[in-house]
């Protein structure tokens, strides 16, 4: 589980295709003594395993499945890359809760200078569209961000100057395709709502209690 709130801009050293997907290798700052082989490491917003580390070199297998559902494919050895760090127990979430689960691939639409912010507006896939809601949460490529504003599968977000230079959004121009992860709450609201509706006079409690 992760935030949103992006930790470094590490830098792709290597990104070599497999049979099975890829293999990510990134130079990174974090304290790499601290990271374990096993450790989840969002890299763009998508949940990645730590599988080697050597010096300040973090690597990490892509699979097929990963590559099909986000744009990691398109990296290449210079890129830079937002990353953070697991949650512990009890850290401070300023952002809010992301999975690391990428729901899919969306597209920077337009870029708008507001002061020293910008105003982004992205597309997401149809099917996330209603996910989205204003003043909600939504991470692109791993950046916990505040929707404020709604138009179909499109919608804005703001991102002031603090955003701008620790991430990579700030590095994207219009056409830039992203990773998107709608709220994890909105999908399990959505859920429960959806097995209401299919029994419906069903007492839960007692349903559940049954089982």
């Keep these: 589980m992760f935030s949103g709130i992006v930790e470094e801009l590490a830098t792709v050293e290597e990104f070599t295709p497999s049979a099975q997907g890829a293999v990510l290798t990134l130079r990174t700052t974090l304290p790499v003594a601290e990271i374990n082989i096993g450790d989840s490491i969002a890299v763009n917003g998508c ?15 892509l699979s097929a499945e990963t590559l099909r559902r986000t744009v990691l494919g398109e990296l290449r050895a210079g890129d830079r890359v937002n990353v953070e760090r697991a949650l512990r127990m009890g850290a401070s979430i300023s952002g809010h809760l992301v999975t690391g689960h990428v729901d899919g691939v969306g ?16 597309k997401a896939p149809e099917h996330l569209s209603r996910y ?18 709604v138009d179909g599968a499109q919608f804005s977000c703001a991102l002031i100057p603090h955003t701008l230079s620790v991430t990579t959004l700030g590095l994207k121009s219009p056409g830039s395709a992203v990773n998107i992860e709608a709220d994890l709450l909105a999908k399990y609201v959505e859920k429960l709502l959806i097995y209401r509706s299919s029994y ?12």
């Design 107 to 122: 597209e920077i639409v337009a870029i708008r200078t507001e002061g020293d912010s910008r105003m982004f507006t992205f």
């Design 47 to 61: 949940c990645l395993t730590v599988v080697r580390k050597e010096g300040s070199r973090l690597s990490m297998d």
């Design 200 to 211: 419906p006079g069903t007492d839960y409690r007692q349903a559940d209690l049954a089982r």
């Design 132 to 149: 989205l809601v204003e003043k909600g949460s939504v991470a692109v490529d791993g950046v916990s961000l505040t929707v404020c504003g």
